[in-house]
């Protein structure tokens, strides 16, 4: 099993930028699709974006899409995720999660994922 160590979080003003690391061991990174999850206060968790273990294809919520990027760097076990033009409602706790289809991204599904990170804060406020 694979563990999962995130940073990067903090307080940004809208418009701003974060980015977040997920430092990986026991496994090499691309062993498994590897992504971000959040859970903002009185919601459910949801998926942000991911890559594919099989080809670093990556997938990403629509609510993130050309605002958010995943990269991963596989010589540092760690995966990123660059988060542009933040707003208010990306505020959460964000997770890094690995062993999931990447599928999961947009169903909603996130129950049996098979290891997950134990989340960073992100505050997006004025």
């Known amino acids: 099993q694979v563990q999962l160590v995130e940073s990067g979080g903090g307080l940004v003003q809208p418009g701003g930028s974060l980015r977040l690391s997920c430092a990986a061991s026991g496994l090499p990174l691309d062993y498994y699709a590897i992504g971000w999850f959040r859970q903002a206060p009185g919601k459910e968790r949801e998926g942000v974006s991911c890559?594919?273990?099989?080809?670093?294809?990556?997938f990403y919520a629509d609510s993130v899409k050309g605002r958010f990027t995943i990269s991963r760097d596989i010589a540092k076990n760690t995966v990123y995720l660059q988060m542009n033009s933040l707003k208010p409602e990306d505020t959460a706790v964000y997770y890094c999660?690995?062993?999931?289809?990447?599928?999961?991204?947009?169903?909603?599904?996130?129950?049996?994922?098979?290891?997950w990170g134990q989340g960073t804060q992100v505050t997006v406020s004025s």
């Open positions: 890559i594919s273990r099989s080809d670093g294809s990556t």
């Open positions: 999660a690995a062993d999931f289809p990447p599928a999961y991204i947009y169903s909603g599904s996130y129950s049996d994922v098979g290891s």
